[in-house]
Every structure is written in C-alpha cells, then in structure tokens.
C-alpha cells in the first residue's frame, strides 16, 4: 500500500488542510513542484528487469491534462489518469467507490497517489518469451520479453523482466513479435473495382460499410491507415472515442483532381455522376488554392492530388500529367503552411517528376517511374508506395464474375509489367518503399498480402517488413510514437505463429495474425488460453 501524497504548494492558491491545488495557468508550477520534490519523500518502485529510466515512476495520476510538469525528471512521469484507468474504472474512482481520492478543479491541478498498487497495474501487460521482430531491419531477438503499462512500451528485456502486482501476462513461446502495420493507401468506403456502382449508393449506407472494413483491417494486423479519398473525419472521430474499433487514421477526405482527370467522378460517355462531396474535389488554375484549403477546412490530415491519369478512370490515360508545375507548386506550398503532407496518385513518369519537384511526400502506384524520376527521388527522400496488389486485384476480380469494365481490364494488362519493373528498380537504386495496397479497388483485410509482392520485386523479407513499419510511420509522421518497438512508444504490436522472415506470405491470412494489441489494448486475440 503505498501512501498518499499531499498536494503541490503555490503561494497563489488558497490553502487547505490537505495542501494547495496549483493554478495550471500560473508559471510558479514548476517551481513548485521542486521545492515540493526537494522537501517531500517519494517512493519510487522499479520494474525488475527495466531497461529504461521511464520504467521508474510515481503512482500518480494526472485528472487536469494540460499540463504535465518536466520538473519530476526523468525517474518519475506523470499521466493523463484516462491513459492508465478505463472509462468504467475511472467512473467508479470519480463516484468514491474506489480506495482511491480524485478531485478535479477547471484549470487546476489536482494530484493523487493510488493507495491499491496492483489496481495501478490494471492495464499493465507482460508478453514473455517471443521472437521481436522489432521494425528497425535489427536482427531478430529470441527470448524476449516487453512488458506495456498503459498505452506505452515501458520495457524490453530478456526472461528476467518481472511482471508487475496485477500485470497480465502473454506466454508467446514460439511466437514472433511485430509492430502493428501500416497501409498508407486505402480506400474505406469502396470495395472492389465497381467504384460507379458503389459511389451511386447512399453515403450512409457507405459509411456502414467502412466501418466493418476498419474492422476487418485492424485483423489482419494493420493498426494505421491513411485513407486518400472517401473516408472524412467522422470516422477517426468516432474511433478515436472508442465508438467503432479499427486503425488509427488519417484521412484525405476528397482527391484534388483536374476536370475531367482521374478524380473527376462524371463518368465519360454515361449520365452518371457521384455526388462531389463523397470523393472528387475538381480543382483548375487558380481554384486550385481554395481546393486545397477546402479539404483542409474539413479535417484532411494529408492532401492527394492526382499528378496523372489513371487505370480505373475511363477518360484519361495513367502517362498523361495532370497539373502544370505552377499549380502543383501552389498546391504544395498552402498544403506544407498548413502543416499537411502531401501524396500524390502518380502514375505516368512526367506527373511524377512533376510531383517530386514540387515535394510530395510520396508517389503512390508510380508506374511507369522512370530513371531520372528515381534519381529525383533520391535526391528529395520521397517515398514509394506501389500499390503492388490493386492491378491483380482488377483483374482477379474480373475473374470471379465481378462487374469490371472492359475498359478497366485493358488499362490493367497495359501498366501491369511496367509497374513490377519499374517499382523493382526503384527499390535497387535505394528509392525507400513504404506498404500501400489501395484498398477499396480489392478487398480490404487482406492487406499484408502486399508484403510477399514487394518481396517478388527483390525486397527482403526485413526490408518488406520495414516497408510496413517503420517506413509506413514515417510516411505518416508518427515515426516518435509508432512504427518501430522501442520503450517508450505506443503499444501497436501484433503477435504470429508463423516466422515472417520464412514465410512472409503467411501474414497475408488474419488467422495467423494471433493477437493484435493497439494502444496497449489487446483488440484481437485467437490464442489457445493458458
């Protein structure tokens, strides 16, 4: 039982019999909470086994998360109380039905200790005993442990490493520990290559749709997506609530494309029309500012512009560049002051020169990528994201009896081995692949299947791993939190029973995906119990 500590002092707060509550807003917090540090004994519990100074802390929680003081240093953190305790726990603390006293004040501090050690550790996780794959190209490590206390990875270490009063506790023996994956190109609110016959449908009846997607993802061990066009801020919303459960996201909301490019949704030679709102924003000249500021005003964290034509647009061709120069760089420059990344649907080799120069941040499908386009490339670290599955996933639905258009068939036959070819030489002029599968042209949960392809065009198994990993994170911007299994990031880890270094294909079937933990939560888990 550990003892409760008394308040932080501020001489601007009103004194009271159990201490003083700090105004969040006042700049003697910090101070404060040195002298109260310098004067107060602490007790600090090590986790047996820790490899890092943050496995070290007080038993604190944070009710008023504004405001987290540095002063603590680095054997002691303070956390939001939400990050540690579920919303049922955290009710029942507030409603005093907890050995637990948790007071909250607007603007103000108020801190507590936590008398019943091993309730602390309720979301505390041990898994003992697996292969750690851990996202870097490192070698793997047999007999590892990775011990998570909320969200967090707060240790790795070997069989020593001691699960904490109340930890729960995974036997992974004969298991290979991952990073959670990363699709940077999906679609979740199509499916299949029909996109005229499922855009013609309600957008509600759509969102239904994409939320049972988001699922099927999240099992098959991809825990963040980036959706470049369709999916709003709805849905991260509602998943970032805990309301559905899927990956993380980050959203597009709708594609920046010329009129009549491959974006442009009124379908040659036919009546039909999709409602722009769903997927199209038809920019030209100088509209193309108030575009970009547009999707922005609406939530897109990335902005996708289509450089080129495409496969599964009727009236264009995918080698044609769409945007001059002038309104890419314009498109560029108001997307980058608005802190947003940018990816581009490029296919032919001059719209993705065109792309590169202006600073994209990655070419998505890039055809017929040529070389001076991969020294561009190089030169600018932009990152590749081929998409390697969605052509077979054209024409193998066809096969299955599936409404394609001919027209659709034929464009995927023509780009088909120019892609594999051209995305091989990429990889061996050192241009960095990131994991995209387009999902929404093929079916979704099925996206790992991308690894064994990139593996054909002369990636290793590691190297196709990283795709999905590290460089995924890094395409998104969340390479400090996500990506990589390393103490101190997000718990985003997925457990196999299959050796991926061996058998990279097997990871395209969720069923061998045994466990999947995002945020520190185990959200998916097929093990035999113990």
């Not at 199209?280 to 500021?293: K, W, Y």
């Not at 939560?521 to 113990?530: A, C, H, M």
């Amino acid at each position: 039982m550990l003892q409760e500590l008394g308040f932080l002092t501020d001489r601007r707060s009103k004194r009271t019999g159990r201490g003083c509550i700090p105004d969040a807003s006042s700049g003697s917090c910090a101070s404060s909470v040195r002298r109260w540090r310098a004067r107060t004994p602490v007790r600090i519990r090590s986790v047996p086994g820790a490899t890092s100074p943050d496995s070290s802390f007080l038993r604190v929680l944070c009710i008023a998360c504004d405001y987290i003081p540095e002063a603590l240093g680095a054997q002691a953190r303070l956390v939001p109380v939400e990050s540690r305790i579920d919303e049922r726990r955290l009710a029942l603390i507030r409603g005093g039905r907890e050995d637990c006293q948790v007071e909250t004040a607007k603007k103000r501090l108020v801190w507590t200790i936590l008398k019943d050690e091993e309730s602390y550790h309720m979301s505390a996780l041990l898994i003992r005993d697996v292969t750690l794959v851990d996202g870097t190209g490192a070698p793997p490590r047999s007999g590892v442990s990775v011990l998570v206390d909320g969200p967090r990875i707060v240790a790795i270490a070997g069989p020593e490493l001691v699960a904490p009063p109340g930890a729960a506790e995974v036997h992974g023996h004969g298991h290979f520990l991952l990073p959670g994956f990363f699709d940077c190109h999906v679609h979740l609110m199509a499916e299949g290559p029909d996109l005229l016959g499922q855009l013609l449908k309600p957008p509600s009846y759509l969102v239904i749709g994409a939320v049972e997607r988001m699922r099927r993802t999240l099992d098959a061990g991809v825990t963040t997506v980036r959706d470049l066009g369709g999916a709003d801020r709805g849905l991260k919303m509602a998943r970032e609530e805990g309301r559905i459960t899927g990956p993380r996201l980050q959203v597009a909301v709708r594609i920046l494309s010329i009129t009549g490019g491959h974006g442009d949704l009124t379908f040659a030679g036919t009546a039909a029309t999709v409602e722009p709102h769903l997927m199209e924003e038809l920019v030209d000249g100088d509209g193309v500012l108030a575009g970009v500021r547009r999707v922005i005003r609406e939530g897109a964290d990335v902005v996708k512009v289509c450089t080129t034509g495409g496969v599964l647009s009727p009236g264009d061709d995918p080698q044609h560049a769409h945007f001059s120069p002038e309104e890419l760089s314009v498109i560029a420059q108001e997307a980058r002051r608005q802190g947003r990344r940018l990816a581009a649907h490029a296919q032919g080799s001059e719209g993705i020169k065109n792309a590169v120069r202006a600073g994209w941040t990655s070419i998505e499908h890039g055809i017929f990528l040529d070389q001076e386009g991969i020294d561009l490339m190089l030169a600018a670290g932009t990152f590749l994201i081929p998409t390697l599955v969605a052509p077979r996933a054209v024409l193998e639905a066809r096969e299955r009896g599936l409404p394609v258009p001919d027209w659709a068939v034929e464009k995927t036959k023509r780009v088909l081995d120019a892609h594999q070819e051209n995305i091989a030489r990429a990889h061996a002029a050192g241009v960095r692949i990131a994991l995209g599968t387009d999902a929404g042209v093929g079916p979704h949960g099925q996206n790992l299947r991308e690894l064994m392809l990139l593996q054909e065009i002369g990636l290793s198994p590691m190297e196709a791993i990283v795709a999905g990993t590290q460089h995924g994170a890094q395409v998104m911007g969340l390479e400090g939190e996500l990506g990589t299994i390393e103490v101190g990031k997000l718990a985003d880890l997925i457990l196999t029973d299959v050796d991926p270094l061996a058998h990279l294909g097997a990871l395209a079937d969720p069923d061998r995906i045994r466990m999947v933990i995002q945020d520190g939560q185990v959200v998916k888990d097929l093990r035999e119990r113990r």
